[in-house]
């Protein structure tokens, strides 16, 4: 009976969640220039993928906003369609 609470494994402990909030609400950005290449190659992959929310942090509305901004400069030859 010792030999088993002993063994059981302990319970981990909740580490305190650090609010993530949007990288551009932050900023105070209100809109996204597609012409800020740097910045809209930062969050897209290398296969020129968008990133999703969950790994770039952004807001729904933000998210919106940067499709919007990276399919302009597309269209504008600034960041190609498929990664090299």
Do not use: H
């Not at 609470?5 to 949007?22: G, S």
């Not at 790994?55 to 369609?81: C, E, H, N, V, W």
């Amino acid at each position: 009976m010792t030999n088993d609470r002993k063994n059981r494994k302990k319970k981990k402990k909740f580490k305190k969640f650090r609010e993530r909030r949007c990288r551009f609400t932050r900023l105070g950005v209100e809109f996204i220039d597609w012409k800020d290449v740097p910045t809209l190659q930062r969050l897209c992959t290398g296969q020129s993928k968008i990133l999703g929310r969950k790994r770039s942090g952004t807001s729904a509305k933000f998210q919106r906003r940067l499709k919007q901004a990276i399919q302009r400069a597309r269209y504008m030859a600034l960041i190609p369609y498929v990664g090299s």
